[in-house]
């Protein structure tokens, strides 16, 4: 089965920047990262379809890269401009289907990655 492994998380200031890796026993088709926050619902952030992000969520468009290392079976998101409202726990997903937008559908999940921004 498909394991997956995210680090890069931790503190920063209002305004920084992190990397998130997802590391990846295989590279599936679809790929996704999610994010819960407490009390509130997992959500999507970016989904990545074959070589290239398809759709990010519009509260991190513009500030978020999801990308792949060619080198390995890993899967990143660049964030910069943190926000505060962007401290969650960050998911790396994926799925054998061909359709990737579809966020009911992911069903290997890795352990997560805290993420915290201060203001």
């Known amino acids: 089965q498909v394991q997956l492994v995210e680090s890069g998380g931790g503190s920063v200031q209002a305004g920084g920047s992190l990397k998130l890796s997802c590391a990846a026993s295989?590279?599936?088709?679809?790929m996704a990262w999610f994010r819960q926050a407490p009390g509130k619902e997992r959500e999507v952030v970016a989904i990545y379809e074959g070589r290239d992000t398809t759709y990010y969520s519009d509260s991190v468009k513009g500030r978020f890269t999801a990308s792949q290392d060619n080198t390995k079976n890993t899967l990143l998101l660049q964030m910069n401009s943190l926000k505060p409202e962007d401290s969650a726990m960050y998911y790396c997903?994926?799925?054998?289907?061909?359709?990737?937008?579809?966020?009911?559908?992911?069903?290997?999940w890795g352990q997560g990655t805290q993420v915290t921004v201060s203001s």
């Open positions: 295989q590279f599936l088709y679809c």
């Open positions: 997903a994926a799925h054998r289907a061909d359709y990737c937008n579809s966020p009911a559908e992911y069903n290997y």
